[in-house]
C-alpha cells in the first residue's frame, strides 16, 4: 500500500481541476497550506482555484498568490475538493458543506478526531501543521521549496507551533524550517511581514479584552472574552481576535487560557490552551467543538455568562480541577 502521500500525489498526477479550501476565519496554517497547495498546482501547470468561505484576510495580503482567493463557491466544474485543516467537514463554511457529499473529497488535516469525512483521507496528528504536510506533497511531486511556495509552507508551520514554542514543534518542523531557510526563505523578513500586521484598533480592542481578564479555580484558569459592541467599538472584527487567548496563557500558573468571542449571530466561540497533558480536546468535543490535545475550540450557543459557566464546568470536570 502507497503511503498517502505518495497516493495523494497520485491523485495529482493522473487528474485536472481542483478546488482548494480550508477551515472558515482561517488561521496561517489554513490559509498557508491552502495557498502552498496553490503554488505546487500551479508549478505542474494544474487548474485549479482557491477557496476559502471567509476570503483572504487582510493581515495575509503580503503572500504571493498563485491564483486569487475567492469567497464564493469557485471551481464548479472541480473533479476534486482538497479541504485542509478541517478537523470537521463543516468547518469549510455552509455554502461548501452543503455539496460536500455530492463531490470527490481529499481530506488532508492534523487535528485529533477527524472523522475521515472524505473519499481519501490523510489525517495524522503528530504533524503540527497541515503545512508541513504540504511540503511532503511537494516533495513527493519534486516541486522545489523555494519562492512563494516556501514562504506559504513557513507561514503554516510557524504560526501552528506557536512561532516554535508549542509543545508539537517536533525536530522534524525544525529540519523543514532549516531546509527552507537553506534553500533561500529569509526568517526576519518573512516573520515581519507575518507578524507585524497590527493595525492601532486591534491593540486598543486587545486592551478592552485583557481588561476583562478573570481568574478561576486558584489562578489555574484565565478567562477573558470579546464581544461585538467591544469590536465595533474599536473597529475591528473576527481576526483582530485572533492569538489573544495564547497572550493569557503567559500568566504564571495558568494551565488553561479561554477567550470567549461573540459571534455576529450572538453565540459564543471559544478558545482553549492548555500545555502538556491537559487535554482541552476533550473539553471542546463535549460542546461538538474539537482541535489538538492543547489547542482547541468550539461554540457555545448561549449568554456570555451562561457560555463561560457551562465552559468552566467541562474544564474542571475534564482537567480535575475541581
Ligand atoms: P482556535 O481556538 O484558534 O480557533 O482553534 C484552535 C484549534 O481548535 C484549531 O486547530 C482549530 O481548528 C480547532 N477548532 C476551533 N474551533 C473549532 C470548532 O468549532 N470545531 C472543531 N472541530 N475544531 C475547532
Ligand atoms: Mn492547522
Given at each position: 500500500m502507497p503511503s498517502p502521500v505518495a497516493q495523494i500525489a497520485d491523485l495529482i498526477r493522473r487528474t485536472d481541476h481542483f478546488m482548494v479550501a480550508a477551515h472558515a476565519n482561517p488561521d496561517g496554517d489554513a490559509i498557508g497550506s491552502t495557498v502552498a497547495l496553490g503554488h505546487i498546482l500551479a508549478a505542474l501547470g494544474k487548474d485549479f482555484c482557491l477557496y476559502?468561505?471567509?476570503g483572504l484576510p487582510r493581515q495575509f495580503d503580503w503572500l504571493h498568490l498563485p491564483a486569487p482567493f475567492h469567497d464564493c463557491l469557485c471551481g464548479a466544474e472541480a473533479n476534486w475538493i482538497f479541504v485542509l485543516d478541517c478537523g470537521s467537514p463543516n468547518r469549510v463554511g455552509p455554502e461548501l458543506h452543503r455539496i460536500m457529499d455530492s463531490r470527490?473529497?481529499?481530506n488532508v488535516d492534523h487535528h485529533l478526531g477527524n472523522p475521515n469525512f472524505g473519499q481519501f483521507n490523510w489525517v495524522d496528528e503528530s504533524y503540527p501543521a497541515v503545512a508541513a504536510m504540504i511540503a511532503e506533497l511537494a516533495d513527493e511531486l519534486g516541486v522545489p521549496l523555494t519562492g512563494s511556495l516556501a514562504e506559504a509552507v513557513y507561514l503554516g508551520i510557524a504560526t501552528d507551533t506557536g512561532f516554535f514554542t508549542f509543545d508539537n514543534t517536533t525536530p522534524e518542523v525544525m529540519e523543514l524550517a532549516a531546509r527552507l531557510i537553506r534553500q533561500g526563505l529569509q526568517p526576519g523578513?518573512?516573520?515581519?511581514k507575518i507578524r507585524n500586521q497590527w493595525t492601532v484598533n486591534r491593540f486598543r480592542l486587545w486592551a478592552v479584552s485583557f481588561a476583562t481578564l478573570e481568574m478561576f479555580y486558584?489562578?489555574?484558569v484565565a478567562v477573558a472574552h470579546v464581544t461585538r459592541e467591544m469590536m465595533t467599538k474599536t473597529g475591528t472584527d473576527t481576526p483582530d481576535c485572533e492569538e489573544i487567548v495564547n497572550f493569557l496563557r503567559r500568566l504564571r500558573g495558568v494551565r488553561t487560557a479561554v477567550i470567549l468571542r461573540e459571534e455576529p449571530d450572538g453565540a459564543f466561540k471559544f478558545s482553549l490552551r492548555s500545555t502538556g497533558v491537559d487535554n482541552v480536546q476533550k473539553v471542546a468535543a463535549r460542546f461538538d467543538g474539537g482541535g489538538h490535545r492543547n489547542a482547541a475550540g468550539g461554540t457555545?450557543?448561549?449568554t456570555l455568562d451562561a457560555a463561560r459557566k457551562r465552559l468552566l464546568a467541562a474544564l474542571g470536570e475534564e482537567l480535575g480541577l475541581v
Open positions: 476559502n468561505v471567509s470527490p473529497m481529499a523578513a518573512v516573520i515581519a486558584d489562578g489555574r457555545i450557543a448561549d
